[in-house]
């Protein structure tokens, strides 16, 4: 799920076709990064943001591409600017730099201390030097969270290769158990933002973890790199769905598991996380051979309805909430509120954005009802929750559990003590502790295999 930060708003040149993306900040955000020594485009990089941070947009115009400037109005930058400081509190300096480059293109990423907490603005280069694109995300970890120390290296292995989506292909990574043939497979769906096949949340690798502790349990596990993050260019942003970001590409993976050696294919399962987990039940419709799906901190909610109470609860961490984000909030809860009574007709009009989903995005997500779609579904279902999730919580567990009630073969779970990313902690889970090395609990692991185990 989008988990809001701050209201910052980012925008991203998504390259190839020069679309615009405006998106709230997601903390779910991954950053795959490749160090390299000093070089010009490192200057360009820290001239422009402090052109930014000094909100300087008269010495920041000359310095985008042409086609950044046909997509961006003026004033957005503008907008940008002033709210930078007063959204991520005050910029003290530059502590790390790193670059990521490919054949058109490079990206600085300057890890910024604003306030009290370090964030990564992202700058990518044309080939002539020019901003074609800037945002925030996350800073990049320093060092990653090592796999779970249970798991044994020796009972699996991990094989490189590629999804055919039609249009692309996407690097996968397939974790095939060594033991037996014949075995069943799990096929993992992100959440939402731009996520590498690990899934890296801060320093934490959740793909990574689940799928080597199922494959060590005897289960495949099949993971990608998803679609925003290896080929944002794409997607078109007047059009995109929730079905673009997550689904179309999952129905390949799950088609190319069932194709693989040694697999037993009437055991091909899906699991989602947050946002995939939303999606599972249109996924598993599309594609009736499926064995089942496993829902991880997903919701039968809109997307959208989870977004004011997420917000609710960051502002209650602050002892001072700041009046811009009292404004974001009640706006989103105004947004929400029109698009709650838009579900239903057809003939509804969606021309609003909330929070970086696009209209196209949001009349997507109003005309599949999750829950009706899970309810009569003839796979198996499993709802996995921690208690300490708040980016989707108990409302959205006991959602579930409403929509499911007459479903012929659906299990919960619930882990009072895990929170979104299901790791077991004591203290109210905050965006800060997304940043604590951890791995997902070795409990929800057992307990996934042994369902899985049960499907037969």
Wanted: charged share 25%.
């Amino acid at each position: 799920m989008k988990t809001i930060k701050s209201t910052m708003k980012m925008i991203k040149n998504t390259c190839k076709k020069t679309k615009l993306l405006v998106l709230i900040l997601v903390l779910m955000l991954p950053v795959t990064i490749n160090a390299q020594e000093i070089i010009p485009q490192e200057g360009i990089a820290r001239k422009f943001l402090m052109h930014l941070v000094n909100k300087e947009v008269g010495e920041m115009l000359p310095m985008f591409s042409e086609d950044f400037l046909q997509q961006v109005p003026e004033g957005q930058i503008t907008e940008i600017a002033q709210g930078l400081e007063t959204q991520l509190g005050p910029f003290k300096h530059v502590s790390r730099v790193l670059h990521e480059t490919d054949d058109n293109y490079h990206t600085v990423i300057l890890v910024c201390r604003f306030g009290e907490m370090d964030w990564g603005m992202r700058i990518t280069l044309d080939r002539d030097d020019k901003v074609a694109g800037f945002f925030l995300t996350m800073a990049p970890p320093e060092s990653y969270t090592p796999p779970p120390a249970w798991i044994d290296s020796t009972a699996f292995e991990e094989v490189a290769m590629e999804i055919d989506c039609g249009d692309i292909k996407l690097p996968a990574m397939f974790a095939k158990p060594l033991a037996a043939a014949n075995f069943p497979v799990v096929v993992l769906v992100h959440g939402s933002g731009a996520h590498d096949m690990d899934q890296t949340i801060g320093p934490n690798k959740i793909f990574r973890d689940i799928a080597q502790g199922l494959a060590n349990k005897g289960v495949g596990v099949l993971r990608y790199e998803k679609r925003n993050f290896r080929h944002p260019h794409t997607f078109d942003l007047e059009t995109v769905t929730v079905w673009d970001e997550a689904g179309r590409d999952a129905v390949h993976a799950i088609h190319s598991a069932m194709q693989m050696p040694e697999v037993d294919p009437g055991r091909v399962f899906l699991l989602g996380h947050s946002l995939g987990g939303m999606i599972a039940p249109r996924i598993a419709a599309e594609v009736p051979e499926l064995a089942g799906i496993i829902s991880l901190a997903g919701t039968p909610r809109k997307l959208y309805e989870v977004i004011p109470g997420q917000l609710e609860y960051l502002m209650s961490l602050s002892e001072e909430a700041s009046d811009a984000a009292a404004e974001q909030l009640a706006e989103t809860r105004e947004i929400v509120a029109r698009l709650r009574d838009k579900i239903g007709r057809p003939d509804a009009v969606y021309s609003t954005s909330l929070l970086g989903m696009p209209p196209s995005y949001l009349e997507d997500m109003n005309r599949h009802d999750t829950g009706k779609i899970a309810a009569g579904l003839p796979q198996a279902i499993l709802i996995v929750h921690g208690g300490r999730d708040y980016q989707v919580t108990m409302d959205d567990y006991n959602a579930w559990k409403n929509a499911l009630q007459n479903h012929h073969n659906s299990t919960f779970k619930l882990y009072p003590e895990m929170d979104h990313l299901f790791i077991a902690g004591d203290e109210p889970s905050t965006p800060a502790s997304y940043f604590e090395e951890n791995n997902v609990d070795k409990r929800v692991i057992e307990d996934i295999a042994d369902w899985i185990r049960m499907q037969r």
